[in-house]
């Protein structure tokens, strides 16, 4: 009789433990839920605290403000200063109805003559459309090259004395590897269909016919430019020899040859020129979602550039 009785404790012990694991497991799994998600909770209010979950600001309620859109960073179409972006924000800024002026606060590098040539042909758009709001531009440390391409719109370029402006020109840069290559004893093989599919192949020689060709379009692009300055400073520009070679000038020489008008900061603009001190911040702000796809996006086209032919790019910087 006491082996049944041992096997019947055993099996009643084997339950009472085998229910304790189960009853830990699940509290450990209920444990790391609750934790998963108060991480969570106090990920998205950390978030919206910093603005990294993107959108922009609300205006508020009432009285009348100025519109802010901040330029920042390099203008390109994957960039936070892409025309997408800074476009979507200035409509916004312009169709609220409480908006007395708007101030496109720039500091940039330049970048794609495209995507400035975007900008600027839209804030001509807006400023035609409402007549009654003025668009002001801003600069903090520097407005060149495209940067400046997207000022020359504006009403009036405010500057701090000590701001970079200017850089009136076009770049196309790359590097050359031939002679590396040979002293590597490395042998280029390149295959096109079409003669001038490899263009400015930076691991085949020089082609004199493709570097006139480029000098050509690179002249070209930067009268575009000029065209663009000339037709948003007007009689404001003082033109000299060096104006469209490519140099820029401190804020306070800005003002002198024409390119900016007045110095001026984008709290004093709003107080003094447009007579609206609240400030509403319009800007389209990326989510990390956004930030990280694109991201994937720039990788996974990096690793199959397909036949796309493109070497080097064209730059206002």
Same mark, same amino acid.
């Given at each position: 009789m006491s082996e049944p009785n041992n096997n019947w404790e055993r099996g009643v012990l084997e339950k009472l433990a085998m229910s304790a694991i189960q009853e830990q497991r699940r509290a450990r799994h209920w444990g790391i839920f609750f934790k998963v998600l108060t991480f969570v909770y106090l990920f +998205?209010?950390?978030?919206?605290?910093m603005g990294w979950m993107g959108g922009k600001a609300e205006a508020p309620l009432g009285g009348k403000h100025t519109a802010l859109v901040d330029m920042h960073g390099v203008i390109a179409s994957d960039s936070a200063a892409s025309a997408d972006n800074i476009i979507t924000s200035l409509q916004d800024a312009f169709k609220d109805k409480r908006t007395q002026g708007v101030i496109l606060r720039i500091n940039s590098p330049g970048g794609s003559p495209v995507q400035a040539g975007y900008i600027n042909d839209e804030i001509r758009r807006l400023r035609a459309?409402?007549?009654?709001?003025?668009?002001? &531009?801003? +600069?903090?440390?520097?407005? &060149?090259?495209?940067?400046?391409?997207?000022?020359a719109a504006a009403d009036k370029i405010?500057?701090?004395? &000590?701001?970079? +402006?200017?850089?009136?020109?076009?770049?196309?840069?790359?590097?050359?590897?031939?002679?590396?290559?040979?002293?590597?004893?490395?042998?280029?093989?390149?295959?096109? &269909?079409?003669?001038?599919?490899?263009?400015m192949d930076p691991f085949s020689p020089r082609n004199p016919k493709h570097e006139e060709f480029t000098k050509t379009m690179l002249a070209e692009i930067h009268q575009q430019f000029i065209d663009v300055v000339k037709q948003g400073r007007g009689k404001r520009l003082k033109e000299t020899p060096d104006t469209f070679s490519g140099l820029f000038w401190t804020g306070q020489k800005s003002i002198e040859l024409g390119l900016a008008d007045e110095m001026g900061s984008m709290e004093s603009v709003a107080r003094d020129v447009i007579k609206a001190e609240d400030i509403v911040d319009f800007t389209t702000r990326e989510s990390i979602a956004d930030r990280l796809a694109k991201k994937f996006g720039a990788g996974v086209a990096s690793a199959f550039p397909g036949f796309s032919g493109q070497v080097n790019g064209v730059s206002l910087r």
């Open positions: +998205v209010l950390l978030s919206l605290f459309k409402y007549p009654n709001i003025p668009l002001y &531009a801003v +600069v903090g440390d520097m407005c &060149a090259s495209g940067g400046y391409y997207v000022a405010f500057v701090n004395k &000590a701001s970079l +402006v200017g850089s009136i020109g076009v770049l196309m840069d790359g590097f050359g590897f031939t002679g590396t290559m040979e002293k590597l004893g490395v042998e280029r093989r390149l295959m096109t &269909a079409g003669e001038n599919k490899g263009f």
